[in-house]
């Protein structure tokens, strides 16, 4: 039995907006959250506003799209949900379960 290889995620930021270290902030948090779970996450420079993030090729943030950036906590939430759905990401689940109504 093959192992599954480890998810990349990849963060394709605009250049001309100059979102480079909003980016790799992003990456910065999902390597300290994912560390050994992830095999890379990959900077990719773009142009005309873009921003996206795909997590083993699925779309899982559009600033068009989604309105926006995520913040830290939506996106651990998001690259999560991909790669290991049942994982607890512990004080990050516990304030967003808090603020969702039931």
């Known amino acids: 039995m093959t192992e599954k290889p480890s998810p990349v995620v990849r963060i ?6 100059q979102w480079l ?3 790799g902030w992003m990456a910065q948090e999902l390597l300290s959250t994912f560390d050994a779970d992830l095999r890379e996450v990959v ?12 997590c083993d090729g699925s779309l899982i943030w559009d600033r068009k799209r989604d309105g ?6 939506k996106l ?20 967003h379960r808090a603020s969702t109504p039931d």
Do not use: S
């Open 12 to 17: 394709t930021y605009c250049t001309q907006c």
């Open 21 to 23: 270290l909003r980016a």
């Open 43 to 54: 900077l990719v420079p773009g142009t005309g506003g873009i921003f996206t993030i795909t």
């Open 68 to 73: 926006g950036f995520p913040d830290a906590a």
């Open 76 to 95: 651990k939430q998001l690259v999560r949900d991909v790669i290991d759905p049942e994982r607890d990401l512990g004080h990050t689940d516990r304030k």
